[in-house]
C-alpha cells in the first residue's frame, strides 16, 4: 500500500514569496491533516479535513495561509506571502476513521526554508 | 490549550541500555500514542494505549497508560543503533469530542553511542 505522498521535498524561497505544498494521501483515507513542525519541536496541527470539508483550522494563520482539497483526495496547502518565522517543515497525514485515537500517518513532510 | 511535557529533552546511551522517557499532560487524555521521527521522514505510529492503566508491547517497546489519565511512559529494552531518532507522545487535541487531529509533545531525541 502506498503511504502519503508529498512534493516537493525542499523549497527555498526568499520573504514575501509564495510556495505551495502538495499532498496525496493514502488512498480511501477520508481525513487529511496538515501539520508544521519547527525545528526542535513537535508537530503543529494547522487544519483538518474530512473529504473536502475543513473540520478544524483554527490555529492557521489565515491571513497568509490557505488549504484547499477540491474532490476529497489531493490537497494543497499555500503561503503568501512567506515570512521568515515559517521556515519549518510542513507535514501532511492521513487516516480512516474520525474519533478518538486515531492513528496518523505521515507523509516524509516539505522541509520549508524562508530567507 | 493542552501542553504535553516529555522529558528527558535527550538521551545518550550505549548501545545495548534500556530507555525510559516519559510524558505528561496538563489534562486528562483518554488515548495516549507514541510516535518515532527519523531524519528527513515523517514521525510513524509506536503504540496506541486507549484504557488507564494499560500495558502494551510492540517488540522490544513497552508503553504505559498512567493511572491518573495524565501521564504515559515509554521504555525501551537492550537498544540498537536503529532507535536512533526522536520519539514523540501524542493525544487527542480534543478529548471532550468534536474536531479530532493530535497533539504532540516536544519529543525526546535518543542519541545511542558505539
Known amino acids: 500500500e502506498a503511504g502519503v505522498a508529498q512534493s516537493p521535498r525542499y523549497k527555498i524561497i526568499e520573504k514575501r514569496q509564495s510556495v505551495a505544498f502538495w499532498c496525496n494521501p493514502i488512498s480511501g483515507h477520508a481525513t487529511l491533516y496538515w501539520y508544521q513542525q519547527i525545528l526542535g519541536q513537535g508537530p503543529k496541527l494547522l487544519i483538518q479535513f474530512q473529504n473536502n470539508g475543513v473540520v478544524d483550522d483554527s490555529q492557521l494563520p489565515k491571513d497568509r495561509f490557505s488549504a484547499e482539497r477540491l474532490k476529497g483526495v489531493d490537497s494543497t496547502l499555500k503561503i503568501q506571502p512567506a515570512k521568515l518565522e515559517d521556515s519549518a517543515v510542513y507535514l501532511c497525514a492521513s487516516s480512516d476513521n474520525r474519533g478518538q485515537g486515531e492513528k496518523l500517518f505521515f507523509g516524509s513532510g516539505t522541509q520549508l526554508s524562508v530567507l | 490549550g493542552q501542553q504535553l511535557n516529555q522529558s528527558p529533552q535527550s538521551m545518550f546511551i550505549q548501545e545495548g541500555e534500556d530507555v525510559s522517557m516519559n510524558c505528561t499532560s496538563s489534562s486528562i487524555f483518554n488515548t495516549w500514542l507514541w510516535y518515532k521521527q527519523e531524519p528527513g521522514e515523517g514521525p510513524v505510529l509506536l503504540i496506541a494505549?486507549?484504557?488507564?492503566?494499560e500495558l502494551t508491547s510492540n517488540g522490544r517497546l513497552t508503553a504505559q497508560f498512567g493511572i491518573t489519565r495524565k501521564d504515559s511512559f515509554l521504555n525501551i529494552s537492550a537498544s540498537i543503533p536503529s532507535d536512533v531518532g526522536i520519539y514523540f507522545c501524542?493525544?487527542?487535541?480534543?478529548?471532550?469530542?468534536?474536531?479530532?487531529?493530535?497533539?504532540f509533545g516536544k519529543g525526546t531525541h535518543l542519541i545511542i553511542q558505539p
Open positions: 501524542a493525544g487527542p487535541r480534543n478529548s471532550g469530542g468534536g474536531a479530532d487531529g493530535l497533539t
Open positions: 494505549l486507549y484504557k488507564a492503566g
